[in-house]
């Protein structure tokens, strides 16, 4: 059973930094694509980043782009995601998604889901 665990999330001030992982088990981690989406309070979730298995392809929405960084240790089964200069509209619940097949923006496309974690930036 493939299990995904998000760590790193917490209460910043805008224009600070944080960094999110995500430690994923239960098979082979270079296998999966990864991304992370977010969810603010009564929305839809959203897409921020994904990474293709290799780390060589990374993608990001436009709201991040030049902000966030999603990075892979494929030795340590392990995503990342920095995110600096940080605004109180990235707070948001925070969840990493893993898919054999899947590098893109659409949640539909991943299988494999972890619970989230929260970000609150404060203005």
């Known amino acids: 059973q493939v299990q995904l665990v998000e760590s790193g999330g917490g209460l910043v001030q805008a224009g600070g930094s944080l960094r999110l992982s995500c430690a994923v088990s239960?098979?082979?981690?270079?296998?999966?694509?990864m991304a992370w989406f977010r969810q603010a309070p009564g929305k839809e979730r959203d897409f921020v980043a994904t990474i293709s298995r290799s780390g060589e392809g990374t993608y990001y929405a436009d709201s991040v782009k030049g902000r966030f960084t999603i990075s892979r240790d494929n030795a340590k089964n392990t995503v990342y995601l920095q995110m600096t200069s940080l605004k109180p509209e990235d707070t948001a619940v925070y969840y990493c998604a893993a898919d054999l097949t899947a590098y893109s923006s659409n949640s539909r496309s991943y299988a494999h889901w972890g619970q989230g974690t929260q970000v609150t930036v404060s203005s």
């Open positions: 239960g098979r082979t981690f270079s296998s999966f694509a």
